[in-house]
């Protein structure tokens, strides 16, 4: 081995010191010989000669010359990386890779290993490239190369890199799949947990019923409560309006990507919204009837029953009468016995499973 001292001998582990020997360097670079001369033998000379000697070729530097592909160490799973070790020194030493889950206890791991060795005339250094081909989340941890120097010296460790592997986000606690119908100024909640490396981020949405649908992210207001604590996500509505109805989902997202949760409908049903007079119209008008026409008002989410027509003298102080109520479906009525060259207040009022529609005001119309 290269560089080396002079090689000493002893006889029966006495050291000699009579300068017995010559030193002679290798043809080839690679070590020294040493030979004792002896030159007249006599009775003393007897005994058993070893000779030994020391080598500074396995004294190596590795501490920064360890390299991490990416620097950061945050890697996404299934994408593939590669650790970089170089070791400076001679001759070619194996280098041995080890992994730790707390930076404190390392074990030897056995994985895909490149190793290249590189002699020029500057240094002479051994290169070991540790590769993932396709990372998953067990390999997220603390990596450092070893070498063992020899000649009795003790192992020379690098610094550690760590490698953290991002995953996608995946909900251990979901939406379930399903409706639930709740009452004007009743309440729900949802529920969402979602897991993943980074903790993920988990936002509510709400997909609207109208006939083209909008989805938003739902608010903290009026009353309205929404909280997302290390990935534990809750939405809770204690005074529901009909605007409150839709499609409900959670998105859970993170550096690794974004997961939505399973759809849940939500219906809060209300009574019918009313039917101003501007929309109550006159079809026909005799000396003693009225065909009268109106548009479906909103039906608060649950179907139009019926609509009440009433109606009465203007200026009247009596009570309205009642028509021939009509069903939900049919948009037209026929009030008969009317006096002729004389204006009546009309009332149409929707109704379904939660009531009336309210504040309903009159349309006037004249026979």
């Not at 000699?16 to 040493?34: F, I, K, Q, R, Y």
């Not at 001759?91 to 030897?108: E, F, V």
């Not at 396709?134 to 610094?159: I, M, P």
């Amino acid at each position: 081995a290269l560089p080396i001292s002079p090689i000493k001998w002893k006889r029966d582990d006495e050291q000699l010191l009579m300068p017995l020997s010559a030193d002679t360097t290798n043809s080839d670079g690679t070590g020294v010989t040493s030979t004792l001369n002896i030159g007249t033998v006599d009775e003393n000379d007897g005994g058993s000669y070893t000779c030994f000697g020391s080598s500074k070729a396995a004294v190596i530097t590795i501490g920064n010359k360890f390299t991490l592909d990416p620097l950061n160490g945050n890697v996404i799973e299934g994408n593939a990386t590669t650790l970089s070790c170089r070791v400076v020194g001679y001759p070619p030493i194996p280098i041995i890779w080890q992994k730790s889950t707390d930076d404190a206890s390392y074990n030897d791991i056995s994985l895909l290993q490149d190793l290249i060795f590189q002699n020029d005339t500057a240094e002479r250094s051994i290169f070991s490239n540790l590769t993932f081909s396709a990372l998953n989340r067990s390999d997220s941890g603390y990596f450092r190369c070893r070498v063992d120097s020899g000649a009795g010296r003790t192992s020379v460790t690098s610094k550690p890199g760590k490698i953290d592997v991002f995953y996608l986000p995946s909900f251990s606690v979901d939406l379930p799949s399903g409706n639930q119908t709740v009452l004007i100024q009743g309440s729900f909640s949802l529920h969402c947990t979602a897991t993943g490396n980074p903790t993920p981020s988990v936002i509510f949405y709400r997909t609207s019923f109208d006939a083209t649908p909008v989805t938003e992210t739902v608010s903290a207001d009026s009353g309205r409560q929404v909280t997302d604590i290390a990935g534990v996500a809750t939405f809770m509505v204690p005074n529901a309006m009909t605007s409150d109805s839709g499609h409900y989902f959670c998105r859970a997202s993170n550096p690794a990507g974004s997961v939505e949760s399973s759809r849940y409908t939500i219906t809060v049903q209300g009574p019918p919204s009313r039917i101003s007079p501007s929309q109550i119209v006159a079809v026909t008008k005799t000396d003693s009837t009225l065909v009268l026409r109106w548009p479906a008002p909103y039906d608060g989410n649950s179907r139009i029953l019926q609509y009440k027509i009433s109606y009465r003298e203007r200026g009247s102080s009596d009570q309205y009468q009642d028509a021939t109520p009509q069903d939900g479906k049919t948009l037209t009525t026929t009030i008969s016995g009317l006096k002729a060259f004389t204006e009546y207040e009309i009332l149409v009022v929707a109704e379904n499973i939660e009531g009336l529609a309210q504040n309903s005001m009159p349309e006037i119309g004249r026979a």
